[in-house]
């Protein structure tokens, strides 16, 4: 499906990555948005309670192009 949206030239999806951050620690998610940011072909933008350690790594390793922070 992902795939298929590459054909009407969206400028950029921007999605909010499976985990959630409580008081005392950030929870991971065993699903991840990595599979769908490699199948568009333009930028992409990725949330969901990042800091700038882990944010400035995903972008590092290629997890995303763009992190959003803050609400």
Do not use: W
Request: proline residues 4%; glycine residues 8%; aromatic residues 8%.
């Amino acid at each position: 499906m992902v795939e298929s949206l590459n054909k009407y030239d969206i400028l950029y999806p921007h999605m909010i990555e499976p985990r959630m951050k409580t008081l005392e620690e950030m929870t991971e998610c065993p699903q991840s948005l990595v599979s769908i940011i490699k199948a568009f072909k333009i930028t992409f933008i990725v949330a969901g309670g990042y800091g700038r350690e882990d944010g400035t790594k995903d972008v590092a390793e290629n997890r995303a192009d763009l992190v959003a922070y803050g609400r």
